[in-house]
């Protein structure tokens, strides 16, 4: 357009230089000149400025016109795509609403298993005061009060008893030789194997950390040892507060532990995060911050011995227990061997249990349990069977639930424990010395553990 109307204005320049009056000279014989002009007529005047002016404006015009069109198509775009991301807000919302249904529909099916271990608790409770009630109607069999306890006396009506009895003193010196601790349920036999938890003792202190990256850590012994200095009165000690934890204190026993002054400190190759490291066969097994790896150090030549990514597990606060600290991955060591406790997306925060191998860190098996992980507050194995904690605060709160992993099989159970200092962060079983190992608020305390018979267990 504009060059059609360049053209336009050099044709009309043109013109009004051809238009311009010219003189001219006829030859005349009398030797005198006559000069002619030419001049433009209305016509011919038309083609001047103003016809370049008209056209500019109509291109001005066109112009106004076509940002009009280009400001309109521009808001309709932007319409479209409020209308597009609207959409899609909505459609956010509505997979959103969907998990929340599903989770909720769960939980309500949880709540009516719950509702069912509830019922059949309180049907066996009933029935036990009942019993203790028949018995308390019973008259008590007469027992012989000259001295001694009744594990020691027959009854008085006994015809066979006889303080010159040799042979009845012999077998009642017998008896008072066993230990309490030693006796089954049924009271007939020694027990030495594995069991179901009992029972928890109350809480031993054996040191305290003096400053705050001692709040929470992870603190036991070997109960396998491999190879020297260490044994199993060697204590380790990680203080697992803080942005690069690389530290892991080696005591010779439990007196230097108490006394605060370790004989050796050895750097890990790489950070460990929270509370779930455990020690067995001479080897320091743990997690490495901000990840689902997990690392095998050689404790002997203090170097890095295996690593495995642990397929699918929640890290980092995806699945942590209660208490937080990032426990999403917890390793654990009983009779059986190592063990992890963690999550996945696939359980919705249920528990999940592998077995590994002790030397590659490779998964032998899993077993899925139906209690949530953030709903408890620790957990540790004993005799392959799975025990978490209710409560990390609570002074006295108990052990609410068993899975075991023979069976397949989990309950609701209540087994007395006690958070002497109401904040405890670290429970860990040592089956060689039948005791748990916690860290309770920078307190680092054992629990002696009482287990079942393998009759006591199958009951």
């Not at 959409?87 to 298993?113: D, S, W």
């Not at 491999?226 to 203080?239: A, K, L």
Request: some cysteine.
């Amino acid at each position: 357009m504009w060059i059609q109307v360049l053209i336009l204005c050099l044709s009309c320049l043109s013109q009004s230089e051809q238009q311009r009056p010219s003189p001219r000279r006829p030859g005349d014989q009398a030797g005198q000149c006559q000069y002619t002009f030419t001049v433009s007529g209305p016509v011919e005047a038309s083609c001047s400025g103003g016809g370049v002016k008209a056209e500019l404006d109509g291109v001005l015009s066109r112009l106004t016109l076509l940002e009009a069109l280009v400001s309109r198509l521009l808001a309709g775009a932007e319409g479209s795509s409020g209308a597009a991301a609207e959409a899609t807000g909505e459609e956010v919302l509505q997979e959103a609403y969907t998990q929340v249904t599903l989770e909720r529909n769960q939980l309500e099916q949880e709540k009516e298993g719950l509702n069912v271990q509830v019922l059949e608790l309180q049907r066996r409770l009933d029935e036990q005061v009942r019993e203790a009630e028949s018995l308390r109607r019973k008259p008590c069999p007469q027992t012989h009060t000259s001295g001694g306890s009744p594990l020691q006396d027959r009854p008085a009506r006994d015809p066979e008893y006889n303080s010159g009895n040799g042979a009845y003193q012999e077998m009642k010196a017998e008896v008072t030789e066993v230990p309490a601790s030693h006796l089954l349920p049924d009271g007939n036999q020694t027990f030495t194997g594995c069991g179901e938890l009992v029972s928890v003792g109350d809480p031993v202190m054996h040191q305290k950390a003096d400053s705050i990256t001692g709040k929470y850590g992870v603190w036991l012994k070997d109960p396998e040892p491999r190879s020297s200095p260490y044994s199993n009165e060697t204590v380790w000690r990680v203080d697992a507060v803080g942005k690069e934890v690389l530290q892991l204190f080696a005591y010779k026993d439990l007196d230097q532990f108490a006394q605060g002054f370790p004989m050796k400190v050895l750097v890990l190759p790489e950070p460990l995060e929270s509370t779930g490291a455990t020690v067995y066969r001479g080897s320091l097994y743990y997690q490495r911050k901000r990840s689902r790896t997990l690392i095998r150090y050689d404790l002997a030549s203090e170097s890095l011995a295996a690593r495995l990514d642990l397929p699918h597990a929640g890290f980092h606060g995806q699945h942590p227990y209660s208490w937080g600290g990032y426990t999403d991955i917890d390793l654990a060591v009983d009779e059986q061997g190592l063990w992890v406790i963690y999550s996945t997306s696939k359980a919705r925060g249920a528990i999940v249990i592998s077995q590994l191998d002790p030397e590659s860190l490779e998964v032998k098996k899993t077993w899925d349990t139906k209690i949530r992980k953030s709903t408890v507050a620790n957990a540790f194995m004993i005799c392959g069977r799975l025990y978490t904690v209710a409560s990390y605060t609570a002074a006295n709160t108990t052990i609410n639930y068993v899975f075991d992993t023979a069976s397949r099989l989990g309950r609701a159970i209540s087994v007395p424990f006690k958070n002497k200092y109401h904040y405890n962060s670290m429970v860990d079983y040592n089956h060689a010395e039948r005791k748990l190992y916690a860290w309770d608020n920078f307190h680092m305390v054992t629990y002696d553990v009482t287990l079942g018979s393998a009759a006591h267990r199958s009951s």
